[in-house]
């Protein structure tokens, strides 16, 4: 038996010993090894391409740019710096951290870091919970909420752009941001003073959040639509989330290759999910406008690798590209940095239907009402 091991090596560049095998392993029982799993072995045909591709895909660590880079004997990051993307991934869960620095040097910056926690961490959940299990899961659990539908009414109904309030405890930038964190108090307070739905952080180690929150806050009795705010490497995560009561997912265009975005999505389709697509420069927007199927794209004010604020991003991007995504019928989040009504006009100007806030709501003493504050009048339901 012939099998082809796609070790960690092959995020370093090196890739399949024989293309044409990789391509065709008809004798083969493929091996995948990846993010440190006990290999698997699984019979492939080799007919047509997408039948491989379709097969691989349903393997439990293989995400589309992994599938990429064997087709094509380009490393992952190769794949990712020849998009623009800066974030590199490391892909090697299974090894401590000090070895993987040894070679790829220290993380450029705050996200990079965030992300190689984050391949660690999606490893263990893998080991915790196959994904196996987790899909049939998913397909037993109650059905997701309009999270597009409740942003665009809200909209209309209130004639300022819809919120999306955040349940943030901290993060790495602001620290801990609310000391006396209830998270379903937050949620419901939110709820009734007319968000149109919510953001539940769920990255533990930098935002001390958790899937635990989100799945209080799901059945807690809170009618609004929910986003699982991850950072997505992996489609596992995606499961998880709606396994959880998510009912939509941020992606993020600075850590995200293409086709792995298009398989995110096609991903959340298939879940019912809404993605939130997140861009903060002209490049990632570009690339995300040319990708079809998405319909809600956030403007970070806030770079991740950086932690500066600029809310005229926000105006920038969309003088630039506001026609297309019209024409597209897309829907425009505005994300970060907002405090006030002054800030809110400026953003509406500038073509968003909505608005992401966390830390102007949840640092005051009542987070309820700080939404009237933040809009200059109440919310309706
Ligand atoms: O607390 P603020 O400045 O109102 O920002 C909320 C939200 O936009 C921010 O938390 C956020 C936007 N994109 C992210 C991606 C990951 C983590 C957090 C974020």
Redesign the pocket.
């Known amino acids: 038996m012939e099998s082809l091991l796609a070790s960690p090596s092959a995020y370093r560049g090196v890739s399949f010993p024989s293309a044409s095998a990789a391509r065709c392993p008809s004798r083969a029982r493929f091996v995948v090894t990846l993010a440190g799993a006990a290999p698997r072995a699984r019979p492939l045909r080799c007919s047509a391409k997408d039948s491989i591709m379709e097969e691989l895909a349903q393997d439990d660590m293989v995400n589309a740019v992994e599938l990429a880079q064997w087709e094509n004997g380009k490393s992952i990051n190769d794949i990712a710096a020849s998009q623009g993307i800066r974030i590199r991934r490391h892909c090697r869960p299974s090894v401590p951290m000090k070895e993987i620095e040894e070679e790829l040097g220290a993380p450029r910056n705050i996200l990079e870091k965030i992300i190689w926690d984050k391949e660690f961490e999606v490893a263990e959940g893998h080991a915790r919970r196959p994904l196996r299990e987790l899909i049939k899961a998913a397909e037993q659990a109650p059905p997701t909420r309009d999270f597009f539908g409740a942003l665009a009414s809200a909209y209309k109904r209130n004639g300022v752009p819809a919120l999306i309030a955040?349940v943030?405890k901290a993060?790495p930038s602001r620290g801990v941001l609310r000391e006396n964190f209830n998270p379903v108090e937050i949620a419901q307070a939110y709820e009734k003073n007319g968000a149109a739905c919510l953001s539940i952080?769920t990255d533990e180690k930098y935002?001390q959040g958790s899937f635990e929150n989100l799945e209080k806050v799901r059945n807690s009795g809170v009618k609004c639509p929910l986003l699982c705010?991850e950072?997505v490497i992996d489609k596992w995560q995606i499961y998880h989330a709606r396994v959880k009561g998510a009912d939509a997912i941020?992606l993020?265009a600075a850590v995200l290759p293409d086709l792995d975005m298009k398989y995110f999505l096609r991903i959340c389709k298939e879940l019912g999910m809404t993605a939130l697509i997140?861009v903060h420069d002209e490049r990632e927007m570009e690339r995300v406008l040319k990708i079809s199927g998405v319909q809600l794209i956030?403007i970070?004010n806030?770079s991740?690798e950086t932690f500066v604020v600029d809310t005229s991003n926000t105006k920038m991007l969309l003088e630039k590209h506001g026609d297309t995504i019209r024409e597209k019928g897309i829907l425009v989040v505005g994300?970060?940095?907002?405090f006030n009504p002054d800030d809110v006009a400026y953003v509406q100007n500038a073509g968003v239907s909505a608005v992401?806030?966390?830390?102007?709501l949840v640092k005051q003493e009542d987070p309820g009402r700080a939404i009237a504050g933040l809009f200059g009048k109440e919310l309706l339901h």
């Open positions: 955040e943030k993060s952080l935002f705010k950072f941020l993020i997140e956030g970070n806030r991740l994300e970060s940095g907002l992401l806030v966390g830390e102007s």
